[in-house]
């Protein structure tokens, strides 16, 4: 069939391009930029912005595609969204994203074609996730509303989005709602890095026994799911009839602390923590509620969380040596 991936110069976007050619699929691919850390294999890559209509309203008009995959967005870790200095460009651009291409099915009256949306667990309410050790993420916990950032916010608000396009305009959708997915070919500094990458570079970098700057109190709880693991999760999710929004997660909640442990572990260094508590940090926990998406569809996560930071650790190491040697 002809897919569509849109953010597919992005860490998701990239590896959904990959094994949708692996399938037999035949692929196009949308985005302001290419991926930083590969080529893509995607049989078109248009370079262009999705925030211009004409863009996606050219693109679904030329081609019959069976499905849509929107990843585009305004992303980052802690410290691009929860400091507020981004917020307006944040929701601005999402948002942008979202309509474009939603009004440009409708206008062309794509009943045929199946989107899938990635929202986030950003969006559920601040007041269930106080308790480091007992948070609250199940789906139906997400109303009444109360995203603890604007990245939420608008998180929810294109969910919303998705499911009034559907109902109005017969669109066809797809929303799940991503945990932390991490691993080998996602952004690793420059500021919009998430945790896991954050630490495996700061220990990378570091020598034995050196002490590594860790945002909070690392008493924070969070769920990391492998990128294997995801991209599965939503292939089976848009093959399936289920609408969502659905979590996409690993239950295997560990504190900031014990994520520094276990990569200190794989990079056999002995690595003490200096707390930085003014950091942005969001929420005090946070974990993903499988119990949806193991009765819809069959599917929970099956790699550990070492065993994924191995694999992301030693990408890691290698992307530092690369850089290293070219300047």
Not at 122 to 139: A, R
Not at 246 to 257: A, K, Y
Request: glycine share 8%; proline share 4%; aromatic share 10%.
């Amino acid at each position: 069939m002809n897919v569509l991936v849109l953010g597919a110069g992005g860490f998701i976007g990239n590896h959904m391009v990959n094994r949708l050619k692996k399938e037999g699929h035949s692929v196009f691919a949308i985005d302001i930029k290419k991926p930083e850390f590969s080529i893509s294999n995607a049989d078109k890559f248009i370079l262009g912005d999705l925030r211009d209509p004409s863009l996606i309203m050219e693109v679904l008009g030329s081609t019959n595609f069976s499905q849509i995959y929107q990843f585009a967005a305004d992303m980052g870790g802690a410290g691009f969204v929860f400091t507020g200095e981004h917020d307006a460009e944040i929701m601005h651009n999402s948002v942008l994203i979202n309509l474009n291409v939603l009004d440009a099915m409708a206008k062309l009256k794509l009943t045929e074609t199946k989107i899938f949306y990635s929202s986030s667990a950003c969006m559920y309410p601040e007041h269930n996730q106080l308790d480091p050790s007992n948070p609250n993420c199940s789906e139906e916990s997400a109303y009444p509303a109360n995203p603890d950032s604007e990245y939420g916010w608008e998180k929810l608000f294109s969910e919303r989005l998705y499911l009034s396009y559907s109902r109005n305009f017969g669109i066809s959708i797809a929303i799940a709602r991503f945990h932390n997915i991490y691993g080998p070919f996602g952004t690793w500094d420059g500021g919009r890095e998430k945790a896991p990458a954050a630490i495996c570079r700061k220990i990378a970098l570091s020598k034995m026994e050196d002490e590594i700057e860790v945002w909070g109190d690392g008493l924070q709880t969070r769920s990391f799911l492998y990128i294997d693991e995801c991209i599965e999760a939503v292939r089976r999710l848009m093959e399936s009839d289920f609408p969502g929004p659905i979590n996409i997660g690993s239950e295997e909640m560990v504190t900031i602390n014990e994520l520094v442990d276990s990569v200190s572990k794989i990079a056999n260094k002995k690595i003490s923590r200096k707390h930085k508590l003014d950091a942005p940090v969001g929420v005090r926990g946070r974990n993903s509620d499988n119990s949806l998406i193991r009765s819809e569809l069959g599917w929970d996560f099956q790699m550990t969380l070492e065993q994924g930071l191995e694999q992301t650790y030693f990408w890691i190491v290698d992307q530092i040596e690369k850089q290293a040697n070219q300047n």
